[in-house]
């Protein structure tokens, strides 16, 4: 690579590259070479695509990690709008990246929290029940205990307008949890959530995620009713019933 790059694009790059956490500029052109050949020009950036990008990103070596990243995992890791706005930046329609500053996540490990269960928050911003199901950007996914509230994962559903089944590819998101927080969920989503065995709760007001989460704690640490018992694996013979409460 004898050529030099032209001011421009050295400073196309740049701020593109600091769009993406994790990504250095060198690896960063590099992929992008991969994706458009050398020299990088004006011409050739005006053409690039959002799949372009994503492939340029799952190459190696371009994220820290020296791992190679599928396409979907590039995506569910930056999300659809941040790459949209990064290509935007190499075309020169725009001088800069929007910043969504996500909440920060809190160190955990399987088996840091004895008894507790995993929540899935459906958001559009912020720590925030803000978001109907089937629309959602993102889930923010907490470790939940008696004694202790860990936001431990931040999952993108922005690849959901893709799949053949909206809802069943997010109620795949977070199968691993056992209940949803949400805005509003229509019937045939609830269903398919609940198949996925994750227990939805509707807060049709919305409101912070994390006095919901509050609420809940209190719950597991009095009486739980039977579908809380059985996700914090409580004896059946322990297992306290009444009737399910209204949130």
Same mark, same amino acid.
Not at 41 to 61: D, F, H
Not at 137 to 156: A, G, K, T
Not at 188 to 194: D, R, Y
């Given at each position: 690579?004898?050529?030099?790059l032209s001011r421009e694009i050295a400073l196309r790059l740049g701020v593109a590259a600091r769009a993406l956490p994790g990504v250095?500029?060198?690896?960063?052109?590099?992929g992008l070479v991969a994706q458009l050949g050398w020299p990088l020009t004006e011409e050739k950036l005006s053409l690039l695509t959002?799949?372009?990008?994503?492939?340029?990103?799952?190459?190696?070596?371009?994220?820290?990690?020296?791992?190679?990243?599928?396409?979907?995992?590039?995506?569910?890791?930056?999300?659809?709008?941040?790459?949209?706005q990064v290509v935007e930046v190499l075309w020169g329609q725009r001088d800069d990246v929007e910043e969504e500053i996500l909440p920060?996540?809190?160190?955990?490990?399987?088996?840091?929290?004895?008894?507790?269960?995993?929540?899935?928050?459906?958001?559009?911003?912020?720590?925030?029940?803000?978001?109907?199901?089937?629309?959602?950007?993102?889930?923010?996914?907490?470790?939940?205990?008696?004694?202790?509230?860990?936001?431990?994962?931040?999952?993108?559903?922005?690849?959901?307008?893709?799949?053949?089944?909206?809802?069943?590819?997010?109620?795949?998101?977070?199968? @691993?949890?056992?209940?949803?927080?949400?805005? +509003?969920?229509?019937? &045939?989503?609830? *269903? =398919?959530?609940? $198949?996925?065995? /994750?227990?939805?709760?509707?807060?049709?007001?919305?409101?912070?995620?994390?006095?919901?989460? @509050?609420?809940?704690?209190?719950?597991?640490? +009095?009486?739980?009713? &039977?579908?809380? *018992? =059985?996700?914090? $694996?409580?004896? /059946?013979?322990?297992?306290?019933?009444?009737?399910?409460?209204?949130?």
């Amino acid at each position: 690579m004898s050529m030099e790059l032209s001011r421009e694009i050295a400073l196309r790059l740049g701020v593109a590259a600091r769009a993406l956490p994790g990504v250095s500029v060198g690896r960063f052109v590099n992929g992008l070479v991969a994706q458009l050949g050398w020299p990088l020009t004006e011409e050739k950036l005006s053409l690039l695509t959002v799949t372009q990008l994503r492939n340029a990103l799952s190459q190696g070596c371009v994220i820290n990690a020296g791992v190679d990243l599928p396409s979907a995992d590039v995506v569910e890791r930056f999300g659809v709008e941040r790459l949209k706005q990064v290509v935007e930046v190499l075309w020169g329609q725009r001088d800069d990246v929007e910043e969504e500053i996500l909440p920060p996540l809190d160190p955990y490990a399987e088996g840091d929290l004895p008894g507790s269960i995993r929540v899935a928050v459906a958001t559009d911003g912020g720590e925030e029940v803000n978001a109907h199901f089937g629309n959602c950007r993102r889930f923010l996914i907490y470790q939940l205990s008696v004694d202790e509230c860990r936001l431990i994962d931040i999952r993108s559903a922005d690849l959901a307008d893709e799949a053949e089944d909206s809802s069943a590819f997010r109620a795949n998101l977070i199968d @691993d949890c056992h209940v949803l927080f949400v805005q +509003s969920i229509g019937g &045939p989503a609830a *269903a =398919k959530v609940i $198949n996925a065995g /994750v227990y939805p709760l509707k807060y049709v007001e919305g409101g912070p995620a994390r006095g919901h989460l @509050d609420e809940l704690r209190a719950k597991m640490a +009095s009486l739980p009713p &039977p579908w809380l *018992a =059985k996700a914090m $694996n409580i004896p /059946v013979e322990d297992r306290i019933r009444y009737h399910v409460e209204e949130v």
